[in-house]
């Protein structure tokens, strides 16, 4: 592909990990992304979930989590980068308007991230977002690494689909976001190639 081509925004879609991508971190992922541009690009494994649930994690803060509907709920492994800090995404609160966390991105799509404490506060409250997925750390490419990732056959990339985040369990998340290709796990061949 000329470089000269356009550039392709891959925000608001899946990165699912070709089976022939064997790193430890990615094999078998897919990546919700929130931001991609000229400078780099990152996202949030939505399928690897951590050994802690959010009543752990409250528990580290020293928050109480008033919300039934999440204590069994996983905190994920969204990547390599950053493990010790959290990463909420979460239905915007207001869509069109202003979040109102204090550190949160706007993604288009209708989604937020808030990586600032508010959010969490207003979850141990029993409020906050009615939906939120919650990981340790992100993934993360720098200037043209993600778009040289894919032309070797690193990845596929399809458009998201909220459900698959918040309303697909956890081991059926890689084999759904496939199915949004029409492909199947056993479709897929481990060997990258070119045609």
């Not at 494994?45 to 509907?69: A, C, G, Q, W």
Request: with cysteine; net charge negative; charged share 20%.
């Amino acid at each position: 592909m000329p470089k000269d081509s356009g550039t392709i925004n891959l925000t608001h879609h899946f990165l699912i990990a070709m089976p022939g991508l064997e790193d430890e971190a990615f094999a078998k992922s897919v990546i919700y992304m929130c931001e991609h541009s000229g400078r780099g690009a990152l996202g949030l494994i939505i399928n690897k979930p951590s050994d802690i649930n959010l009543k752990n994690l409250f528990d580290k803060v020293e928050l109480p989590l008033h919300r039934e509907d999440l204590v069994l709920s996983p905190v994920f492994q969204g990547g390599p980068v950053q493990t010790e800090r959290g990463f909420v995404l979460h239905e915007s609160m207001m869509p069109g308007h202003e979040s109102v966390y204090a550190s949160t991105m706007s993604i288009p799509g209708g989604l937020e991230m808030t990586t600032s404490k508010d959010v969490l506060e207003a979850l141990s409250t029993g409020a906050g977002p009615r939906r939120i997925f919650v990981s340790l750390g992100y993934s993360s490419w720098g200037e043209g690494q993600l778009e040289s990732e894919i032309s070797d056959n690193s990845w596929l990339t399809v458009e998201a689909d909220l459900g698959v985040i918040f309303d697909t369990p956890v081991e059926q998340r890689y084999d759904k976001a496939l199915m949004l290709l029409g492909l199947q796990s056993w479709n897929l061949s481990p060997q990258a190639g070119h045609a």
